[in-house]
Antibody
Framework: EVRLVESGGKLVQPGRSLRLSCAASGFTFDDYAMHWVRQAPGKGLEWVSGIYWNSGTTAYADSVKGRFTISRDNAKSSLYLQMNSLRAEDTALYYC?????????????WGQGTLVTVSS | EVVLTQSPDFQSVTPKEKVTITCRASQSIGSSLHWYQQKPAQSPKLLIKYASQSISGVPSRFSGSGSGTDFTLTINSLEAEDAATYYCHQSGSLPQAFGGGTKLEIK
């Protein structure tokens, strides 16, 4: 059974940094691309970032480019999202998701999310 | 950047009705369009991949069609459990993107 467990979300002040983690199990982690997708309270889904199976390609939404960095450690079956210069509009539930392919296509397995709140 | 526009934003329907949700891309994305269902307090669920390909375990009343810029999700013979918000998602161009969502209410 595929399992994705996000962690690291918390209340943080604007301008500060936060690192999210996603622990994966139940599949061969280094065979698949991975995504971060967020959902602000009461709002729709927003694709945030994605990374190929081998970290060879990363991509970001324009709203986070230059502030967020995605990475993965295949030896640890873990995905990360380093979030810098946080803004109030980054407040959301952040989902980690496994792709159907080794390159970026469609997220198919999702975690339960970790909540990031940016507020003073 | 590809922008996805879904319609309608909201629809109230009765059981056994046929529902059609559309998704329009701001530029051609071939068949790189996927559909998700999200129920309240749950993570999204992939329903259809690559515009029309079925997903194992998803009921056959869900189907998709389209290519290029215009796509459709069809739900035949709607059931009460289909009350949810539906999103399209494109992977034809980076950055990827989701549509704004269509909330389906069952009368």
């Amino acid at each position: 059974e595929v399992r994705l467990v996000e962690s690291g979300g918390k209340l943080v002040q604007p301008g500060r940094s936060l690192r999210l983690s996603c622990a994966a199990s139940g599949f061969t982690f280094d065979d698949y691309a991975m995504h971060w997708v967020r959902q602000a309270p009461g709002k729709g889904l927003e694709w945030v970032s994605g990374i190929y199976w081998n970290s060879g390609t990363t991509a970001y939404a324009d709203s986070v480019k230059g502030r967020f960095t995605i990475s993965r450690d295949n030896a640890k079956s873990s995905l990360y999202l380093q979030m810098n210069s946080l803004r109030a509009e980054d407040t959301a539930l952040y989902y980690c998701a496994k792709d159907i392919e080794h390159f970026l296509q469609a997220p198919i397995e999702w975690g339960q999310g970790t909540l990031v709140t940016v507020s003073s | 950047e590809v922008v996805l526009t879904q319609s309608p934003d909201f629809q109230s329907v009765t059981p056994k009705e046929k529902v059609t949700i559309t998704c329009r891309a701001s530029q051609s994305i071939g068949s790189s369009l996927h559909w998700y269902q999200q129920k309240p307090a749950q993570s999204p669920k992939l329903l259809i991949k690559y515009a029309s390909q079925s997903i194992s375990g998803v009921p056959s009343r869900f189907s998709g069609s389209g290519s290029g810029t215009d796509f459709t999700l069809t739900i035949n013979s709607l059931e009460a459990e289909d009350a949810a918000t539906y999103y399209c998602h494109q992977s034809g161009s980076l950055p990827q993107a989701f549509g704004g969502g269509t909330k389906l209410e069952i009368k």
